[in-house]
């Protein structure tokens, strides 16, 4: 199975902030990656796939860029309803498999 | 819209059985493959299953094989997923979830629903 390593765990930033985080995945996926941001009591919602392809609706301060085996999705100015725990997730092979997640809280 | 709405969750003992289903609507249903995903209590997500849009193939995550199936009923627009033999290990938040295409080529999520708890416990 693709282990998918995912930092920081939480991260504590301000309106207006960029914000980073990264995955890591124990094997070449090439662009084979999604981020996805998740809310307690909401469906959560696709953000990224193709490792930098925005989805439909998806607001343009978020992007992803990476191949191979590092990768990274930025919100390049943090708003309030971005406050949210991101996950990212290999596509590149079954079974499919998610990083920890990362929690973006406010500072 | 795409809606997805799951349910059948709820609190089972140990080595029980449940029947999760998932109600699409706002898309041709037959025409994608769908997922079950889950989420226990302070984990990251783990996907457990996929159909194809035509139901003729599945796959599954190691922890569930042999114990849950996948199916669909195209006509009703629903999902499903039979789970037998549950443990303390299966207590997640289980969500449903459509993929971008008939086949399970493009292993992504593009819509989700807000998930049905299942407890197991002794």
């Known amino acids: 199975d693709i282990q998918v390593t995912q930092s920081p765990s939480s991260v504590s930033a301000s309106i207006g902030d960029r914000v980073t985080i990264t995955c890591r995945a124990s094997q070449d996926i090439r662009n084979w990656l999604a981020w996805y941001q998740l809310k307690p009591g909401k469906a959560p919602k696709l953000l990224i796939y193709a490792a930098s392809s925005l989805q439909s609706g998806v607001p343009a301060r978020f992007s992803g860029s990476g191949s191979g085996t590092d990768f990274t999705l930025t919100i390049s100015s943090l708003q309030p309803e971005d406050f949210a725990t991101y996950s990212c997730q290999q596509a590149n092979s079954f079974p499919l498999t998610f990083g920890q997640g990362t929690k973006v809280e406010i500072k | 819209e795409v809606q997805l709405v799951e349910s059948g969750g709820g609190l089972v003992q140990t080595g029980g059985s449940l029947r999760l289903s998932c109600a699409a609507s706002g898309f041709a249903f037959r025409n994608y493959a769908m997922h079950w995903l889950r989420q226990a209590p302070g984990k990251g997500l783990e996907w457990v299953s996929v159909?194809?849009?035509?139901?003729?193939?599945?796959n599954y995550a190691d922890s569930v094989t042999g114990r849950f199936s996948i199916s669909r009923d195209n006509s009703k627009n629903t999902l499903f997923l039979q789970m037998n033999s549950l443990t303390a290990e299966d207590t997640a938040l289980y969500y449903c979830a459509k993929g971008p295409t008939v086949t399970t080529d493009l292993p992504y999520f593009d819509y989700w629903g807000q998930g049905t708890l299942v407890t197991v416990s002794s």
């Open positions: 159909i194809s849009g035509g139901g003729d193939y599945t």
